[in-house]
């Protein structure tokens, strides 16, 4: 999977949730916290002003691949962890948070949050897209 990340931008008032659907691992930790926001049957499935915007920014935080980031409209924006952390899962999947830039197919980039494949078999490396035995 080569070419420019696909990014969906849900826009409210006074937050911007932007959404990566190829690095979405299910976590479904926006849809447990905020189902008034998050809700796979509704389209659009963001509906970021059903929420107050630091309480959205808080749950699009927790999602650990980073599939879900947001800008707010006042310029603030989210402070990477420090120190950085890294995590192994079970599978083998590596779970980071911090002040990260990591090489891409389509570049540098900087990130906050990533969950990284383990094993080699991802073709969105070095995210994990859950087509190896670490994304399973």
């Not at 080569?2 to 932007?18: L, N, R």
């Not at 849809?31 to 107050?52: G, M, T």
């Given at each position: 999977?080569?070419?420019?990340?696909?990014?969906?931008?849900?826009?409210?008032?006074?937050?911007?949730?932007?959404?990566?659907?190829r690095r979405c691992l299910h976590a479904t930790e926006c849809?447990?916290?905020?189902?008034?926001?998050?809700?796979?049957?509704?389209?659009?499935?963001?509906?970021?002003?059903?929420?107050?915007?630091?309480?959205?920014?808080?749950?699009?935080r927790r999602c650990p691949s980073g599939a879900l980031q947001y800008s707010l409209a006042d310029g603030r924006e989210e402070t990477p962890d420090r120190p950085t952390r890294i995590?192994?899962?079970?599978?083998?999947q590596l779970i980071v948070r911090g002040d990260?830039?990591?090489?891409?197919?389509?570049?540098?980039q900087a990130e906050s949050r990533a969950v990284l494949c383990g094993c080699g078999s991802s073709q969105l490396t070095p995210y994990c897209d859950h087509s190896g035995p670490c994304g399973q």
């Open positions: 999977m080569s070419g420019k990340p696909q990014q969906k931008a849900y826009e409210a008032p006074d937050i911007t949730v932007t959404f990566e659907a849809v447990n916290s905020l189902p008034e926001v998050f809700d796979a049957s509704r389209c659009p499935w963001i509906q970021p002003d059903a929420a107050p915007a630091d309480r959205l920014a808080e749950v699009v995590t192994r899962t079970p599978a083998g990260l830039s990591l090489d891409t197919q389509e570049g540098t």
